[in-house]
């Protein structure tokens, strides 16, 4: 059975995109940089089983502790010397006291989205993925989630009562890790705000051990730190956030030649400075794979992708979007009205583990010399073997100041500069010189700043990381890092070093 938009097209042709660009992997034969399983082996880990966990202990080479840690992005694997597998605050509370103890640094590791520094045997690792518990309270539209919760089991969990947290373009990354770098939705950020903006309190285990609840009166300082400063305070075993509404939206992705790019960023980049709140959206430079999994008419293909989201009326979101699909005839179109639940066929994200790299930047404008500029170093004619360079509108509610302050910051820049290569370790070099040049020429409309949930490794250096923040927001962290974290035990992160 097919599912045709009121254009007469193929939507789900479209929905496999996602699958299809992570395809490349399997059908590139890729390899992951450095399995875990093959680290596991031979080498002693120095760290002793800890008793009382309702949980699991793994070490390297055991059954079953390649598996726990296994991330999502195969670029980087960690080969930690102590996996606790968590199944309470209590287990995580076990894991933070051990290090301690060792002065071990320690990290969290729920789906393995984002890489940030290299974890080795001298490191403790605390998996999440057992604690993925979510409950709701329809009447307060309220969610509480545990550490691991995927953002998708907060949607199966809020649905159901027509509500829905300020989630991200993927189902699968984990709900904390997202809402504590900002949580920047593209279906109603502009709308709403970040995500972290919407948090009402955190279980938090911190450096001594214990098991706080943190909330904007419990520990104001605490509070503004963790939601934009990540795993540098302290673990979250939960988290309490405000739901909303969920409404259908006028959404989906177009998907234009290759050929029509300049002509779709320049039409975009001036229909951006028009658009309400309730109007999410973004472009992006996409090479496709030549792959049987590819939908045949941009197979093979570079393609410039619209992606739309507009949670108004659905013949207002049509007149809206007219003028960009007049720029070209599209080779896909799959924009359409659809339930809430549909909102991953608006960025397709790949869906199967890959190897990626990415890098990223803010701008704080795109006049049209930058467009130019974009389409000379990541166009369709650029020798550039980076599969997706995205820019992502802010603005709106992202650009205005929450009511609990936060350290997500530069809410002031106009887009993410997003890049990402999915590629076999052998090829990462090109495509990260490539990317570095990409970042390269756009820096004349950069902010200098940077949004965290899109940093990864190539762009976690601690003088990076600074750049996540204001100066006096950094300040202000670095003191906080002292008070809860003297020994930046939780340093193998996004670190921010204590004062
Ligand atoms: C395909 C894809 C689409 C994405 N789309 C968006 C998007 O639309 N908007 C957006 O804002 N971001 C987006 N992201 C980025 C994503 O939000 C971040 O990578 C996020 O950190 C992933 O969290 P994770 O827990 O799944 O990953 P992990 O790699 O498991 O964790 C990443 C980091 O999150 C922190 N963390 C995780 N769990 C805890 C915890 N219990 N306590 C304290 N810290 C914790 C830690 O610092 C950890 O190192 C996307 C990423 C991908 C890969």
Known sequence: MTEQTSDGVDRRRVLGLGAA????????????????????????S???????LDGRALLPGEPGYADEIAPFNLAQVPSPGLVIAAASAHDVRIAVNLAARRRAPIAVLATGHQHSVPIGRDAVVVTTR???????????RVARAQAGALSGDVLDATLPLGLTPVNGSTPIVGIVGYTLGGGLSPTLGR???????????????????????????????????VRGGKSNFGLVTAIEFDLFPAPDFYGGSIIFDGQDAARLLHAYRRWVCTVPDAMSSSVALMRLPDAEAVPPPVRGKAVASL??????????????VRPLRAVATPLLDAVAQQPYAAFPAIHNDPVDPTPAYERTGLLRDLPGEAVDALIAVAGPEAPNPVTLVELRHLGGALSRAPRQPSAVAHRDAAFTLFTAGIAAPQDAAAVRRAQAGIIRRMSPWSTGGMYLNFMSADDSST??????????????????KRRVDPQNLFRLNHNIPPV
Not at 21 to 44: D, E, F, H, K
Not at 46 to 52: D, I, T, V
Not at 130 to 140: I, K, N
């Open 463 to 480: 003088r990076n990381v600074a750049d996540a923040y204001p100066e006096h927001v950094y300040r202000r962290l670095r003191r906080l």
């Open 46 to 52: 120095g760290f002793a089983r800890p008793k009382g």
């Open 191 to 225: 709308r709403y705000g970040y995500a972290a903006d919407h948090v009402r309190s955190f279980d938090l285990v911190t450096a001594d051990g214990r098991l706080r609840r943190v909330t904007p009166h419990s520990d104001p300082e605490l509070f503004f730190g």
């Open 21 to 44: 660009v992570g395809a490349t992997t399997a059908l590139g034969g890729l390899a992951t940089a450095s399995p875990a399983s093959a680290r596991g082996a031979g080498r002693p």
């Open 130 to 140: 057992a604690l993925r518990g979510v409950t709701v309270d329809p009447r307060r």
């Open 307 to 320: 992606r739309i989201c507009w949670t108004g009326r659905p013949d207002t979101g049509a007149a809206l």
